[in-house]
């Protein structure tokens, strides 16, 4: 069974300009989650989706940052115009159902250096 | 407030030394569920194991064991006899219910772990 996939791996960009990085979960799983992580800290949430409804975007950036999930299946996450605080790993994460006692399946990240 | 805390933020030991990873949580629910997953150099997070708060029972999985107690609000993890594979940060998880009935997951700021031959 394939897992998460994530595009790209790694992505260098300057300030100010766009990027976008996209996410294919599992087969099946109704449940996909943006994480950014910074170096050294463990994941934080951005957005949470259930099908193409986002139900939990409380941490994302909005004026900025923006995603979406069209047919409930992949799913791109948006920077525009990054800053060089955006730097960090973004990972995408898919889930058969919300939170617990649903464990979450990560792709590999992608990796975004902003100069 | 932080919900999950890994207080060790880095630990070096010896192969087949035995190594504790130490994870306190923070909540009001009486419903919730803990995990701890790995993640090596490669950088992709990988299940290990989940438990309800229902659930007080030790859990070995061959070399790894996991301790809950939620009267110290604890769920600390036990390699036996690490090995150098091991190498990697160990990241703590809470997930708790709010808005909306959706549960949201809340991660500890990892603790790495070398294991040295």
């Known amino acids: 069974e394939a897992g998460v996939v994530q595009s790209p791996r790694y992505k260098i960009i300057e300030k100010k300009q766009p990027v976008a990085f996209w996410c294919n979960p599992i087969?099946?799983?109704?449940?996909l989650y943006w994480y950014r992580q910074n170096l050294g800290q463990g994941p934080e949430l951005l957005i949470r989706?259930?099908?193409?409804?986002?139900?939990?975007d409380s941490q994302l950036p909005k004026d900025r940052f923006s995603a979406e999930r069209l047919k409930g299946v992949d799913s791109t996450l948006k920077i525009q115009p990054a800053e060089l605080g955006d730097s960090a790993v973004y990972l995408c994460?898919?889930?058969?159902?919300?939170?617990?006692?649903?464990?979450?399946?990560f792709g590999p990240g992608t990796r975004l250096t902003v100069l | 407030a932080q919900k999950v805390t890994q207080a060790q933020t880095e630990i070096s030991v010896v192969e087949k030394e035995d190594v504790t990873l130490d994870c306190v949580y923070e909540?009001?629910?009486?419903?919730?569920?803990l995990f701890w997953y790995k993640q090596p150099p490669s950088g992709e997070l990988v299940f290990l194991i989940r438990?309800?708060?229902?659930?007080?029972q030790n859990e070995i999985s061959g070399r790894y064991s996991w301790n809950f107690q939620k009267s110290t609000s604890s769920f600390n993890f036990t390699i036996t006899a690490s090995q150098v594979v091991d190498s990697a940060v160990y990241f703590c998880?809470?997930?708790?219910?709010?808005?909306?009935?959706?549960?949201?997951?809340?991660f500890g700021s990892g603790t790495k772990l070398n294991v040295k031959p």
């Open positions: 994460a898919s889930s058969l159902g919300a939170g617990g006692p649903y464990e979450q399946f």
């Open positions: 909540t009001r629910d009486t419903t919730y569920y």
């Open positions: 998880a809470l997930s708790q219910r709010e808005e909306y009935n959706f549960n949201k997951f809340y």
């Open positions: 438990r309800n708060s229902f659930d007080e």
């Open positions: 087969s099946g799983h109704n449940t």
């Open positions: 989706y259930e099908n193409e409804e986002a139900v939990d």
